[in-house]
């Protein structure tokens, strides 16, 4: 089974759970604090990116949606747009230059547009960063996406909101973005 396959597999199956490094009960948490945590991964094959998020965040799942949502305690998963979703991606990146190249290529097909697309390194791996805009009036809605490589595949931070919403959040996404590290070796 691939690695990937093993990573989908460990997200379908899991549990609710808390970030292991949530304060105790009661305790304020610091403005801009952030805790770093380790996302899920198969049994003996740990994920092999890790993720800060604000202290009063948490990590969740949602019944038959594969992936964790990152939020606050009070976000209801998984339509509030507070929420950070993180999936293993359904495309591999290989090559973050020709991923980000198809994308530019599909915007003018499609009825979403891509009004940015960059390669971008993120704690020294190169992915892919995508903000994606679709629908009008009242349906229009803007995503960011971070999308870096897995060995066998790819995995998919996003943030989505309603357009009015967007760029009010869109800090809160970038920070969570780009503070994904790989794994050090051996943990």
Same mark, same amino acid.
């Given at each position: 089974m691939s690695f990937c396959r093993l990573i989908? =597999? *460990?997200?379908?199956?899991m549990i609710p759970v808390v970030a292991s490094a949530q304060p105790p009960a $009661?305790?304020?948490?610091?403005p801009n604090a952030m805790q770093r945590i380790e996302l899920p991964g198969a049994p003996d094959k740990p994920f092999p990116y890790t993720v800060d998020i604000p202290a009063d965040w948490q990590m969740r799942q949602v019944k038959d949606i594969p992936g964790v949502w990152l939020g606050p305690k009070d976000a209801e998963p998984p339509n509030d747009p507070r929420l950070? !979703?993180?999936r293993i991606s359904? #495309?591999?990146l290989t090559d973050p230059a020709q991923t980000a190249a198809n994308i530019r290529? /599909?915007?003018?097909k499609q009825p979403w547009s891509a009004p940015l697309v960059e390669v971008? /390194?993120? $704690? $020294?791996?190169? $992915?892919?960063l995508v903000r994606m805009d679709s629908g009008e009036g009242d349906k229009?809605?803007? =995503?960011? @996406?971070? #999308?870096?490589?897995? /060995?066998n595949g790819g995995v998919d931070f996003l943030g989505s909101a309603?357009? *009015?919403?967007? /760029? #009010?959040?869109?800090?809160? !996404?970038? #920070? @969570?973005?780009?503070s994904v590290r790989r794994r050090a070796a051996g943990k």
């Open positions: 989908a =597999t *460990a997200f379908a199956a $009661g305790t304020p948490a610091q950070v !979703y993180v359904p #495309k591999p290529a /599909e915007d003018a971008r /390194e993120v $704690g $020294g791996v190169r $992915g892919v229009a809605r803007s =995503t960011l @996406v971070l #999308k870096l490589p897995l /060995e309603p357009r *009015a919403e967007f /760029e #009010k959040l869109l800090p809160s !996404y970038q #920070k @969570v973005f780009f």
